[in-house]
C-alpha cells in the first residue's frame, strides 16, 4: 500500500498537462459494446478505473489493444455476452453502463450492482426506468442485474428523468442508440461528458440530437461501425489543479483544457481573488494576495460540479471569514471534514450545508482520503499547510488521476509517494 507524504508551503509554477475525462472514458470505452468494428480511441485516461473497464471488455471477448500511453484500439465484432464478472464491477459506479450496452446490442444483461464512491445513497432507479420504457424487464436477484428484452431489441421510448442524472442520461443513451425507433429523453443532464459520448457515438454512425441539452433525442440506428475518437479533457482535473494554484499560491499554466468547461470553476475562483487568464486551450492560474470567503452551491452541469466541492473547500478553509458550501446533488459528500479539522479547519456540518470559517493556514497531519474527490482535496490541503501531511487510502485518488505525483512535482510541489509495508495487514483486517 502506498501514500503520499507532502511537505507543504511551497508555491506552484510551471505548467500542467490535463489527461483526458475520467467520466466520459469511463462511458465511451463501454460504449464500444455497441460497435461492429474496430474504434481507435485517444486521450484515453491513465487511471485505475479505465484498468478495469478494458479489462472487462477483455472478459467479454473484445480485442483491446493499447497503440500507445492514451491511445487504445477495441474490437468488439466477437465478443460473447455472458454476466459481467462481480470482482471487477462492484470496484466501479460506471459498470452500470455495461447494463445500457449490453441491453442495446444483445437484448439482455447481466451485471453486478455498481460500486464507486460513497456518496450517500446512490440509486440506480431513473436508468432502469428509462430501460423499462425502451421494453425491457429489469429486476435484481442473486447479485445481478438482470436486464432482458423480448425479442432481442429494445423500442425507442420517451423517458422523464425525476432527477438531472449523469449516468442515467448516458445509459439510457447507451442503451437506445441500437433500438427500434426514436427515444427522447427529457430533464437529460447538460455536462461535458454527455455531449462527448453523443459525439462518440454519432462518429461511429448513431443518430442522436440535443445532447449539451435538457431534451436529447436518438433515433436508433441498424448497426455501429468502427472509427476514430478523442477524449475531451478532464474538467474536474483541470478544476483541481486550478483549486491547488489557489490553495498553495504561484502560477501554472494547465493545458489542454476547454476553458468554456471550467468557467463555473473559474468564476468562483475569480470571486475568491484568484487570477484566471483563459487562453485558447490553457488557462494561466495566478494567486499572490489573500483568499476572499464566498459561498459556493453545487449543480448539474453549468453549475458548480459536486465534484469539486472538496477541492473547493479546501480553498475555503484558508480564506479569510465564513463561507457556506451547500451540496446540491449528493446525500453525503461531506464524510472527508474530519480529516480537514485534524489539520486545524473549522467546519461546520448540517446536512447539505457546512460552514467553513477560514483559518487562513492549516498544518500538515496524517489524513485519510475516503473518496476520489475528498483525497484530492486532501492533497491540496497538504500542498498549502504548513509542515508535513501524510495521506492514506491513496488508491481512490489514483481512481481518477493520472499521474498526480509527477504532474504536482514538476511544478515544484514537495510530494512523493511513500511505501507503508504495515498497510495491507491494517486494511485487509479492517
Ligand atoms: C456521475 O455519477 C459521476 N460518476 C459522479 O462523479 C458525479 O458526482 C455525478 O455524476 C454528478 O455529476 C461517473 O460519471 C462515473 P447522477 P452518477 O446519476 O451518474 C440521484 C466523481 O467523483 N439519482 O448524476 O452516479 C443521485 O442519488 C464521481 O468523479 C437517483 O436518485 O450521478 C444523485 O443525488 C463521484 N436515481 C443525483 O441523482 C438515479 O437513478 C445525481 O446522480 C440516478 C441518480
Known amino acids: 500500500m502506498t501514500r503520499y507524504l507532502i511537505h507543504g508551503g511551497r508555491p506552484l509554477h510551471g505548467s500542467i498537462e490535463i489527461s483526458g475525462a475520467k467520466n466520459a472514458a469511463v462511458a465511451i470505452l463501454p460504449a464500444a459494446l455497441l460497435i461492429n468494428g474496430k474504434c481507435r480511441i485517444e486521450n484515453v485516461p491513465q487511471i485505475s478505473d479505465v484498468t478495469l473497464i478494458l479489462q472487462i471488455l477483455r ?10 500511453k492514451t491511445t487504445v484500439e477495441i474490437d468488439c465484432s466477437h465478443i460473447h455476452n455472458k454476466p459481467v464478472p462481480y470482482e471487477l464491477a462492484r470496484k466501479i459506479r460506471a459498470s452500470y453502463y455495461l447494463v445500457g450496452a449490453l441491453l442495446g446490442r444483445f437484448g439482455w444483461a447481466q451485471v453486478p450492482p455498481p460500486g464507486g464512491c460513497n456518496l450517500g445513497g446512490r440509486p440506480i432507479d431513473q436508468h432502469i426506468k428509462g430501460f423499462v420504457a425502451m421494453g425491457a424487464d429489469v429486476e435484481v436477484r442473486n447479485g445481478l442485474i438482470h436486464a432482458r428484452v423480448e425479442g432481442g431489441r429494445l423500442r425507442g421510448g420517451q423517458v422523464y428523468l425525476d432527477m438531472v442524472s449523469v449516468g442515467a442520461t448516458m445509459n439510457i443513451m447507451l442503451a437506445a442508440a441500437l433500438a427500434k425507433g426514436m427515444t427522447v429523453i427529457e430533464n437529460a443532464a447538460k455536462e461535458p461528458h454527455i455531449v462527448d459520448l453523443a459525439n462518440f457515438l454519432n462518429s461511429m454512425g448513431a443518430n442522436i440530437m440535443g445532447a449539451g441539452t435538457d431534451v436529447i433525442k436518438i433515433r436508433g440506428v441498424e448497426s455501429l461501425q468502427g472509427g476514430f475518437y478523442s477524449i475531451i479533457p478532464d474538467q474536474i482535473e483541470a478544476g483541481t489543479y486550478m483549486a491547488a494554484v489557489a490553495a498553495a499560491g504561484g502560477e501554472v499554466l494547465i493545458k489542454n483544457v476547454i476553458p468554456k468547461h471550467l468557467d463555473c470553476i473559474t468564476a468562483k475562483l475569480v470571486e475568491m481573488g484568484v487570477d ?7 488557462v494561466l492560474v495566478r494567486r499572490t494576495g489573500p483568499i476572499r470567503r464566498t459561498n459556493v452551491k453545487t ?3 453549468p453549475g458548480f460540479p459536486t465534484d469539486m466541492q472538496p477541492q473547493i473547500a479546501a480553498c475555503l478553509c484558508l480564506a479569510k471569514g465564513t463561507s ?14 474530519d480529516e480537514f479539522r485534524r489539520m486545524g479547519a473549522r467546519i461546520q456540518v448540517d446536512g447539505k450545508v457546512a460552514v467553513i470559517e477560514g483559518v487562513g493556514m492549516l498544518t500538515g497531519a496524517q489524513v485519510h482520503a475516503c473518496d476520489l474527490r475528498a483525497g484530492a482535496a486532501m492533497v491540496i490541503a497538504g500542498l498549502a499547510a504548513q509542515g508535513d501531511t501524510e495521506i492514506d487510502g491513496v488508491y481512490h485518488i489514483e481512481r481518477g488521476y493520472e499521474s498526480i505525483v509527477e504532474k504536482l512535482s514538476n511544478v515544484g510541489a514537495d510530494i512523493r509517494i511513500v511505501y507503508i509495508p504495515g498497510d495491507e495487514a491494517r486494511i485487509q483486517a479492517g
Open 59 to 68: 472478459e467479454l471477448g473484445a480485442d483491446v489493444r493499447a497503440v500507445n
Open 276 to 282: 484566471v487568464e483563459e487562453l485558447d486551450d490553457a
Open 299 to 301: 449543480m448539474p452541469y
Open 324 to 337: 457556506v458550501l451547500t451540496e446540491g446533488v449528493w446525500e453525503n459528500r461531506y464524510r472527508y471534514v
